[in-house]
Nanobody, 115 residues
Framework: QVQLVESGGGLVQTGGSLRLSCAAS????????MAWFRQASGKEREFVAKITYSGDGTYAADSMKGRFTISRDNAKNTLYLQMNSLKPEDTAVYYCNTYGPSWTWGQGTQVTVSS
């Protein structure tokens, strides 16, 4: 079992920024395409962004384009999500995982954006 650990969430005001981090214990990300997901209270988990191993190929969901930037540091085995211009609708628990067959989901990190 791989333990995914997300961090960096918190409470910010509308228009604020946060940088989320994701690390894994027991296994490296290897060459997997990695991704961020989020789940708002009472809603289904949704895709946020993904990034290839090299970092050259990135994609973000339409509602996040221009505001969120996904990146990774393979040497540190760490995945990041830079979140700018945050909106109340971004409030959710954010999770990381592979974009392929999922590993066991971590606890996520709570992002709360106040209006």
């Amino acid at each position: 079992q791989v333990q995914l650990v997300e961090s960096g969430g918190g409470l910010v005001q509308t228009g604020g920024s946060l940088r989320l981090s994701c690390a894994a214990s027991g296994r490296t990300f290897s060459r997997n395409t990695m991704a961020w997901f989020r789940q708002a209270s009472g809603k289904e988990r949704e895709f946020v962004a993904k990034i290839t191993y090299s970092g050259d190929g990135t994609y973000a969901a339409d509602s996040m384009k221009g505001r969120f930037t996904i990146s990774r540091d393979n040497a540190k085995n760490t995945l990041y999500l830079q979140m700018n211009s945050l909106k109340p609708e971004d409030t959710a628990v954010y999770y990381c995982n592979t974009y392929g067959p999922s590993w066991t989901w971590g606890q996520g990190t709570q992002v709360t954006v106040s209006s």
